[in-house]
């Protein structure tokens, strides 16, 4: 009994240690120090206003007044949001007053930036703040009170994904979050007090996820992350909507934050939609937008890698497409403004 208590002790000190060692790591944040910093999704919206409201009530992002950094063709009506995590210093979401009126339908097999996602300790209590606010659910699963994750859409038909809390990093403090949001979601219990909302990830969905995540390793001078999907069957198809869906791919960490930060989750579907991808001035997700500390080497290694610039501001910003045709601003740090 003795021996089995000594055990326990050690066992319990460990991971008290372990969970005081670690306690930084677990608080997700910008870092100031990066050559590259992933900023924002650019959108365009036929009523970037309501748009915007949807994104404020459902997921608690905050509008920025008079940012400048993104609006390449000076468009009068733009909508800048902070999204939740990170210390109030997260990436952004960017809205655009679009004079298209007829959006394509959003399918989660679409090629470029076919979803968004985030993260939520109470999935079920914002799939209801989520249709609440003019969005609507796309995923199929029977019950939707004990989900992990659900794909929706916003008032515009932009395909979003919501899940609980994953361990990234692998701590004491992202371990407890990840396992009482499941327990508590699966057995209908009562939410967390607090529904810490973060902003996850990109996604990229692709022809050729492993062309398209070497790309990206080069351009960004960053890695893979996670393991690798390797998704099918019914789960999959309930998650996305997509019959028959077989999904490949692997994320690719997003440079400027901590362990566990934004990334960009490059996908493969077995069958594409037939949608093409967006160019500037469609509607929906059309870019995504990166701080760089030099706009030439930056260039230089995007171009290298295969990429191409389609206009250039002196050494300002750069509007570039990627291998798959997508859209990347990119801002150089010295040229940020603020009114």
């Given at each position: 009994m003795k021996k089995t208590l000594s055990v326990f002790g050690v066992l319990l000190a460990g991971i008290l240690i372990w969970s005081i060692g670690s306690?930084?790591?677990?608080n997700?944040?910008?870092l100031d120090n990066s050559d590259f910093l992933y900023a924002t999704v650019i959108m365009n919206s036929k009523n970037p206003e309501k748009l915007f409201l949807f994104y404020q009530n459902t997921?608690?992002?905050?509008l920025l007044e008079n940012v400048t950094d993104w609006n390449l063709t000076e468009n009068k009506e733009v909508y800048t949001l902070r999204t939740s995590g990170y210390a109030e210093e997260g990436p952004s979401l960017t809205i655009f007053k679009s004079k298209q009126t007829k959006p394509d339908v959003s399918f989660a097999n679409d090629l470029g930036y076919a979803h968004i996602c985030f993260e939520s300790d109470n999935v079920p209590g914002l799939i209801k703040r989520i249709r609440s606010n003019g969005g609507k659910i796309i995923s199929t699963f029977d019950d939707l009170e004990k989900v992990p994750a659900v794909y929706a859409a916003d008032p515009d038909g932009n395909i979003f994904e919501v899940h609980l809390p994953f361990p990234t990093p692998v701590?004491?403090?992202?371990i407890y979050r990840t396992l009482n949001s499941l327990i508590r979601t699966n057995l209908k219990l009562?939410?967390?007090?607090?529904d810490s909302i973060r902003f996850l990830h990109v996604n990229i969905n692709s022809k050729d996820?492993?062309?398209?995540?070497?790309?990206?390793?080069q351009v960004l001078n960053t890695q893979t992350t996670g393991f690798e999907r390797d998704y099918s069957g019914d789960f999959i198809k309930n998650l996305t909507g997509v019959n028959g869906a077989?999904?490949?791919?692997?994320?690719?960490?997003l440079p400027?934050?901590?362990?566990?930060?934004p990334t960009f989750e490059v996908f493969t579907y077995n069958e594409s939609s037939s949608k093409k991808i967006p160019n500037q001035f469609d509607l929906g997700r059309v870019a995504t937008g990166f701080y760089v500390q030099n706009l030439n080497n930056a260039l230089e290694m995007f171009t290298k890698a295969g990429g191409s610039i389609l206009n250039q501001k002196n050494n300002e910003w750069a509007l570039l497409k990627d291998l798959d045709g997508n859209l990347i601003v990119y801002v150089e740090r010295k040229t940020i403004k603020r009114d």
């Open positions: 306690d930084s790591k677990s997700y944040r910008k997921f608690g992002a905050i701590t004491p403090k992202t009562s939410p967390p007090e607090n996820w492993v062309k398209t995540i070497e790309f990206y390793n077989i999904v490949k791919g692997k994320h690719v960490v400027g934050y901590s362990d566990g930060g």
